[in-house]
Every structure is written in structure tokens, then in C-alpha cells.
């Protein structure tokens, strides 16, 4: 199986901040890595797929990047909404998750 | 816009089964994938299993002999259920549209909690 490690765990940061989430897998996932967002109480929400493909709707300050094993989200200037918990689904092989990352304001 | 919506029993038994049902609008379920995904608390995430379009299935390993997935075309539902449950299945469920490329995992429902207890 292949295993998903997600940094950091927990992340402060404040409103207008560049903020970047990681998952390194435990081989070549080529490229097949999504990020999501989850906020308490609702369906989780794609916001890229494919490492760098930014979902329909979703702003721009989010994208994705990697190759091989490792993977980014960056969020360019945090704003008020986007403290949440992230989490990235590789689905190269099988399907597994990172732990998830949770934006707190600092 | 796609929707799924999970539905079933928040509370059952130890050894007894989970069946949950995932009701979608918006799509019909006999054109891509439909998958069913759970949340520990903790939030470890595990990917359970899909149904296709034409029925076919496929299974975690780990559950491969506690699970089944079914549906009901006529009403554009899909279900799940997960024999001998134990305190460990204790979790959220959700089920998404789990087809492949850009299709995996990009509609999900809100989610189910269900806790295994006597």
C-alpha cells in the first residue's frame, strides 16, 4: 500500500499569509495526488485534482505542484474563509490519505 | 449540480451489519463511479470501495470480506454494507463520485456518522 504523510499537522498563520501544505508518498503516485478542503460539518471540497488542476470555482490564490513523491498545496494570500482543514488523496494505487493539516488563525 | 446525500442508522451493534444508502441527483449513477469513503475519529481517512456503472465493484483489501456495495438504478441510489461491525468502524461516511482522472473524489456528500456500540 502506499502511505501519505502530510505536513505539518497543524499550521498557524494569519489572513494575507502564503501558506504551503506538503504530502510525500511512500512511492511514485505520477502525478495523481488531489487536495481537498473540509470545514466542520460539510462534505468535503475538491480543490485541485492531479496535482495542479484547479477545481471549476475555486480561486486562483490556490494551486498545486509535485512530481514523484512529493506534492504541494499553496494558498498565495490566505483570506478570512479559508481556515479549514486540508487533506490530500493519492489515487495512483488504490486510494489513500494524508492525515489532514489543520489552518488555524493565528 | 451533482449531489450525494448518505443516509442510515447513526448508532449499531457490535456484530451486527452497517447499511447506509447514498442517494445522488443530479447524475445518474449508471454512468461513472460511486464510491464509499470513512473517517476515524482521529481523521485517519480510509477509501472502502466503488461501485461502476455497470455494477461492477472493487473493494479495499482490508474489508474485502466484510463489504458489499449495491444499487438501485430505478431510484439513483447506491448503498453500503459492512458486516460484523466492531467499535473500530466506528466513523463518518461518505460517498462520492469516484470515477477516474479528473473524476475522482470530486463530488462528495456531507458525510454520516455511525458509532458501533451496545
Known amino acids: 500500500d502506499i502511505q501519505m504523510t502530510q505536513s505539518p499537522s497543524f499550521l498557524s498563520a494569519s489572513v494575507g499569509d502564503r501558506v504551503t501544505i506538503n504530502c510525500k508518498a511512500s512511492q511514485n503516485i505520477n502525478k495523481y495526488l488531489n487536495w481537498y478542503q473540509q470545514k466542520l460539518g460539510e462534505a468535503p471540497k475538491r480543490l485541485i485534482y492531479?496535482?495542479?488542476n484547479l477545481q471549476t470555482g475555486i480561486p486562483s490564490r490556490f494551486s498545486g505542484s509535485g512530481s514523484g513523491t512529493d506534492y504541494t498545496l499553496t494558498i498565495s494570500s490566505l483570506q478570512p474563509e479559508d481556515f479549514a482543514t486540508y487533506f490530500c488523496l493519492q489515487h495512483n494505487s488504490l486510494n489513500t490519505f494524508g492525515a489532514g493539516t489543520k489552518l488555524e488563525l493565528k | 449540480e451533482v449531489q450525494l446525500q448518505e443516509s442510515g442508522p447513526g448508532l449499531v451493534k457490535p456484530s451486527q451489519s452497517l447499511s447506509l444508502t447514498c442517494s445522488v441527483t443530479g447524475y445518474s449513477i449508471t454512468s461513472n463511479y460511486w464510491g464509499w469513503i470513512r473517517k476515524f475519529p482521529g481523521n485517519k481517512m480510509e477509501w472502502m470501495g466503488y461501485i461502476s456503472y455497470s455494477g461492477s465493484t472493487s473493494y479495499n483489501p482490508s474489508l474485502k470480506s466484510r463489504i458489499s456495495i449495491t444499487r438501485d438504478t430505478s431510484k439513483n441510489q447506491f448503498f453500503l454494507q459492512l458486516n460484523s461491525v466492531t467499535t473500530e468502524d466506528t466513523a463518518t461516511y461518505y460517498c462520492?463520485?469516484?470515477?477516474?482522472?479528473?473524476?475522482?473524489?470530486?463530488?462528495w456528500g456531507q458525510g454520516v456518522m455511525v458509532t458501533v456500540s451496545s
Open positions: 462520492a463520485r469516484w470515477g477516474y482522472g479528473s473524476y475522482r473524489g470530486d463530488y
Open positions: 492531479n496535482t495542479n
